[in-house]
């Protein structure tokens, strides 16, 4: 479904045509940008109605077509990336033996009762043998000479309900040394299972990663390679195995967190209650991504989709959920690069229902949408705001994490599977996000990486439905916590999978659960009663299942109190919100929670991008279970003139003598809607040397309202005071 990028040198001239305008603190001015922070993924032509504001267009697929296809869009300004599938796609060359001379069917992923699982005639998900590495990367090297500039590899992934085929069963015969086993017959073999199929994505990877580096120092390129994923998470809840972290020990430079309405929908179940949670399961998918690369400083991109692979949802549907997952995304501080879509051509050429039910029409997108589209995207490319300026107004506490490993996709089928609903994960997790506390998914084979887990208070840690890879990530722990760490264990000791063969009951380990292992390095008994002091710190342990807490009535209160006693115990000053407020420089990001008993005002002269008419309001109310995207003109102050927002691409804003000059385009066959901050009513108003009437411009309230249709060439815009 979904992408990835990251910085490229450019050019002067480059930046003259494709960067995105930054504001500095305040912000007080625009400057071109020297790195992409705007992308979006196609596998059509340039063409007026895909016009989108972005730096980077990522090509999809390796084809005939490709090298015109990229043509078609860097003759319009964008720089150029490739991305390609990784589990499928139209790779009947190496199935059939015309790319090495070998039939490669056997590597079709495929289930017990012997079906292939696929996307259509002859496209599977594949089952990587040692030659696909070298597949994927013949087709890297065609997409790098047609003219990619960094390529990203999608959705690395091997079905929990697969690994019934030939090819994996020589595999695991040659991985494990011993003969192949049912993955279903036990939590031992669905365990092994799994972690062979980690292992061989993670092996083609390698391949094309290394592949790329030596053939770009051959050309004089820095080629760089991301991947495209969904998160831990999702992939747990969907039943999906992917090496995800270990990709950076292989040479990975970055994601595309794949985290949209799709994934986040996905229902969940807190107090007993299973429902969607689109918000706060989007912010916990798009917290564990910016989590994964924190300790390596690579990059990461969070992509946001406005409408969604099934397309049987409504636009009213669609258009709030986008909202939702934006706003989540917007919510992550560190985080300045989106991909703004996939598929433009789904979005702005689609069709799609406006009411439900069997006799639902079909329209495609309203001017509504698109003018509230291009207006919040035009947003995203200033989201890189000095430190000094982004800072939080509401929220609980920081520095609250939930443990999670990459182990988490390894429980997830077989007749002892780990809950369905992944309450092990959200029994955790939804109780700390749904009271205003903005917990972060924390990666387990990161704990040892120096500094690491600094970042966090208090940290939660369950060993039912995931384990711990290394031993050594158990002394990192137990040294954080004498350090003053706060760590709160909620696990039963019952997961059937606790008796995999593992480093924790085999050779010099003889512990039967690995939560024996790390309270015998915190020096705990197995089952200390309330707070234990641990050097500096405080561990306290609750010998009752996640998963079950979170199908229960007041479970979610008993996970909140287990926090409480630890923040107290360790002079933790806890706190719980009804809302997440984040200030990003003029930008002001709100949720309200569904928990929330009333409405949140704020006051103040705001623009809310998520009305289309950007209209200047002096009041905003948030109810519960809403979102808000506003534009603070108090912070603007002294900017001033300037676009505070725009439904179009603005470049080479500039203020001389008092007068503001601009460029800007947008899609085509759609309004040019912009606001202007300025102290005054301006004398004239040019648009490419044409004065515009003033019914189609106004001024109040300190702010100049622009109308005119958007060009799909830079139409360049002069005020003058």
Known sequence: MNFIFQRLALTVATIALCSTAVWAAGPSTQTEAAEPRLSFQTSAYWRPRLNVDADVAMVYGVSPTTADRMKSWRDHGYIINLMTGVAWGEYQDYLFGRFDGKNHEDEAQTTRDGRRLGHGKDVYYMSPGPAYGAYLSMLAKKAIDDGAEALYLEEPEFWTAAGYGPRFKVEWQQYYHEPWRDPESSPDAQYRSSKLKYYLYRRALADVFKFVREYGRSTHKDIKCYVATHSLINYADWGIVSPESSLLEVGCDGYIAQVWTGTARTPNVLDGVKAERTFETAFLEYGQMQNLVRASGRDMWFLNDPVEDNAHHTWADYRYNWQSTLTASLLQPEVYKFETMPWPERVFQGYYPVNAGPEAMHYGISLEYQT?????????????????????????????????????????????????????????????????????????????????????????????????????????????????????????????????????????????????????????????????????????????????????????????????????????????????????????????????????????????????????VNRVVIRPNQRQLLVDLDRLQNARPCVACASGRVVGERREGGNLSFDVSGIDDTPCVIRVACADKPTSVTVEGRSISQGDWSFGDGVLRLHFENSINPQHVTIKY
């Open 372 to 616: 509230e589209l291009q207006a919040v995207i035009h947003a995203l490319g200033q989201m890189k705001q000095p430190g000094s300026a982004v800072h939080w107004d509401r929220r609980g506490t920081a520095g609250v994490g939930v443990l999670v490993s990459d182990t988490l996709m390894f429980q997830r089928a077989g007749p002892q599977a780990s809950d369905p609903e992944l309450g092990q994960f959200f029994g955790l997790a939804l109780p700390l996000i749904d009271r205003g506390v903005p917990v972060e998914a924390v990666q387990l084979e990161d704990a040892g990486i120096p500094g690491f887990l600094s970042n966090y208070k208090m940290l939660l840690l369950t060993y039912d439905g995931q384990k711990p890879p290394r031993p050594q990530l158990h002394t990192a722990l137990a040294d954080w916590v004498k350090a003053g760490g706060a760590l709160v264990v909620v696990d039963d000791d019952k997961d059937p999978y606790d008796k995999v063969r593992e480093w924790w009951n085999t050779g010099k380990f003889h512990d039967a659960t690995p939560r024996l292992d790390l309270f015998r390095r915190l020096g705990l008994p197995a089952a200390p009663d309330g707070p234990q002091r641990v050097g500096n710190g405080i561990v306290l342990y609750d010998a009752q299942s996640p998963a079950a807490l979170s199908h229960e009535k007041g479970g979610a209160d008993v996970v909140r109190h287990l926090c409480i006693t630890a923040a107290k115990s360790a002079g933790i000053d806890w706190q719980e919100s009804p809302a997440l407020v984040l200030h990003r420089g003029p930008y002001v990001v709100a949720a309200v929670l569904p928990s929330a008993s009333e409405p949140m005002e704020l006051r103040g002269h705001f623009i809310p991008l998520f009305d289309p008419a950007l209209p200047v």
